[in-house]
């Protein structure tokens, strides 16, 4: 059966939920930000209405190859990032950088204000599109 995975922010995240939701999930951390603007050029394309123009920065790349070979065996994927605007972001950037596919794997977002196994189920609950 294919696990379910959850992508966290931060390792120490990543192991106390791994402890509250058990072996039928994967938690993976980003390990915060996983895009930013290019240090070598102009980070906006100013002839298409100044679209941001993102790359993956070298030490996030295997981060994200962790998070693509991850999600394609997943059966679903939770995104539990921060619950603020910044959260919010990573996980938009997350579905971008790793290419994640609603089409063919459902992705939710869940957000908690603390990690006890109460809140977590709950925010599972009650998860929603980002």
Do not use: C
């Amino acid at each position: 059966m294919a696990q379910k995975l959850v992508i966290v922010e931060s390792p120490a995240k990543a192991r106390t939920l791994n402890k509250i939701l058990g072996r039928s999930y994967s938690i993976k951390a980003s390990l915060g930000h996983v895009r930013d603007l290019p240090r070598t050029s102009l980070g906006v394309n100013i002839d298409k209405d100044f679209t941001p123009k993102y790359v993956i920065p070298q030490r996030k790349r295997k981060v994200i190859r962790q998070i693509k070979e991850a999600a394609s065996k997943a059966s679903s994927i939770y995104l539990a990032t921060d619950p603020d605007r910044e959260g919010e972001a990573i996980s938009w950037h997350l579905v971008a950088a790793a290419k994640l596919d609603e089409d063919k794997v459902p992705i939710r977002r869940v957000a908690f204000h603390e990690i006890t196994k109460e809140a977590v189920e709950k925010a599972f609950k009650s998860s929603h599109s980002i």
